[in-house]
């Protein structure tokens, strides 16, 4: 109990963090898209961002993370300092180096992997130009997002989380300050976004450098490559790259039919950024959080061989995804035009953008929850050195998505894209469940929790609905549409913590003790 007590602490540390990026990034967002709406500029940054946006949760946050974190752990726990700090030495002349290749490749190759990852630009000459340059100049964020991700994994690896987690409110006020006064005074003012995306990713890298330094970082500089432990990083590293970032990976493929326009409309790249970012703010602000906090705590159990409480671990932080991300889900399918009419629609984003961007929203908050527990259970194997079965089963999740995007994009348009994504990434959570079970035994303590979850979920929903769309009271403009939903959503989560208190009481006091921060 007081292990889950501080890990449900270090989330909160990791939440809070993340819930101040968030909150940046929702007001760069509403910029950009009062700026460019989903028209041509927009898409053509988001599909320029999304090369770099991917290999930084493939290369950089995602499996630099899952890979450096339990093997330096593993070192922490066993107080062998001195060896931790000459494999993160180590790793860092060995990722600089892999870093540096990957930007100068993307720099030469730029035409044709905007022509590979966006097909449907051919037809526009001017659209696929401006996301050519634009790509080109964005390639070196790979370098320093990737510098950002080891600083974060060597930081977790020594249990510090907030400082980490605090990084990427440097990209989203640096995208702040360019888009208002570098885009308007540009002669092509989406060049404005690529000078704010450089100069977040030195901020977020900036932020961490003192506090490694002061940790032991340089106390011995070593300029080796090659250490017994880089190597073993190195093995987990490539079939992490797969099974950590399916979800960037399916955002990554939905680009590339979202590209198709003339199937599945026109500004569906936009559309799909906007609506995956108010996905993923959920997702960051408890579920990465979670398993962000739970894997030192997963490989230390491993290195133990403690494996009934490993097991226990797993079970406790199911229930707790469960607990944050379902009624997350239901709430987001209940108001998703609602909420994107009042974020994003002014400016160039126009009822239209709101339309598809709503539409496809629907459709990407049902792999929430799914996205949530892949990555618990994938922080699980990881911890038993075990990257085939994650690997393998992202694989097979993959190529669901992609016979999924061919079938359901022409009737649904882009939110076949969105329904597609959710579906894989669900599947792909239930077989890692399956495997882990297979594995490990039964660690079923979450199962009663998650019927008695659903019921008080299901309440909150009705409420919701009723509340918002049949209360007679705050009709009118945007400011009054705000509030409306801003009582909607208290008044939801009061009916939620009502119903968990009846239904699963033990829920209700995870839910009642991460709101209210209790130790």
């Known amino acids: 109990m007081n292990e889950n007590k501080s890990l449900i602490k270090s989330t909160r540390a990791i939440s809070v963090a993340t819930l101040a990026s968030r909150i940046l990034g929702f007001v760069r967002d509403v910029i950009i898209a009062g700026l460019f709406g989903t028209g041509a500029r927009a898409q053509a940054f988001v599909v320029a961002f999304r090369i770099p946006n ?88 790979i370098l320093l997002i990737g510098l950002t991700a080891y600083a974060m994994a060597v930081l977790n690896s020594l249990k510090t989380f907030t400082l980490p987690a605090l990084a990427p409110s440097m990209l989203n006020i640096s995208l702040i300050v360019s888009a208002l006064f570098f885009c308007p005074r ?6 404005g976004l690529g000078v704010g995306v450089l100069i977040g990713g030195l901020l977020q890298l900036a932020i961490q450098v003192p506090l490694l330094l002061k940790k032991g970082l340089f106390k ?4 080796r490559f090659i250490h017994p432990k880089v190597k073993e990083i190195g093995r987990l590293f490539l079939p992490r790259t797969l099974g950590i970032a399916v979800y960037q990976i399916n955002l990554f493929v939905d680009t590339i039919f979202a590209s198709l326009a003339f199937i599945v409309g026109e500004g569906a790249p936009a559309a799909l950024q906007y609506a995956s970012r108010l996905v993923q703010f959920p997702l960051a602000l408890f579920g990465v959080a979670l398993a962000q906090a739970v894997l030192p705590r997963l490989s230390g159990l491993a290195v133990k061989r403690d494996f009934n409480q490993l097991k226990e671990t797993v079970s406790f932080s ?10 997350a889900t239901v709430g987001i399918m209940v108001l998703a035009r609602p909420l994107v009419k009042v974020i994003f629609e002014r400016g160039s984003f126009t009822s239209y953008s709101t339309g598809i961007t709503s539409f ?16 618990i259970l994938a922080s699980c194997f990881y911890s038993l050195k075990d990257t085939f079965t994650p690997g393998k089963v992202a694989g097979i999740a993959l190529l669901i998505n992609i016979v999924l ?66 209360g007679e009271f705050l009709f009118g403009s945007r400011p009054l549409l705000a509030v409306r939903l801003g009582v909607s959503i208290l008044a939801a989560i009061a009916v939620y913590l009502g119903a968990l208190k009846v239904f699963a009481k033990e829920e209700a006091r995870i839910f009642i003790g991460w709101i209210l921060r209790r130790k």
């Open 54 to 141: 991917l290999l930084r949760n493939v290369v950089g946050e995602g499996s630099t993370n899952s890979a450096v974190v339990p093997v330096l752990s593993r070192l922490n726990e066993q107080g062998k300092d001195e060896e931790f700090w000459q494999v993160a030495n180590c790793l860092l002349n060995f990722l600089i180096v892999i870093l540096a290749g990957l930007t100068i490749l993307g720099e030469l190759f730029a035409p044709y992997i905007v022509r590979a990852i966006a097909p449907g630009f051919i037809r526009d000459p001017a659209k696929l130009y401006l996301t050519i340059r634009l790509t080109r100049f964005l390639f070196p964020y």
């Open 186 to 191: 540009l002669k092509e003012p989406v060049d």
């Open 220 to 223: 011995k500089r070593s300029f």
């Open 318 to 327: 199911l229930r707790s995804v469960f607990t944050m991300m379902l009624p």
């Open 360 to 375: 496809v929203l629907l459709f990407y908050c049902l792999g929430l929850t799914g996205y949530a527990g892949i990555k």
């Open 405 to 470: 995007n061919l079938i359901l994009m022409w009737p649904l348009k882009m939110a076949g894209l969105a329904l597609a994504t959710a579906i894989s990434v669900t599947v792909n959570f239930i077989l890692l469940l399956f495997a882990l079970r297979k594995r490990m035994g039964r660690f079923d303590s979450f199962l009663p929790s998650l019927g008695r979850i659903i019921k008080a979920c299901a309440i909150m929903g009705a409420a919701l609905w009723f509340i918002f769309y049949r």
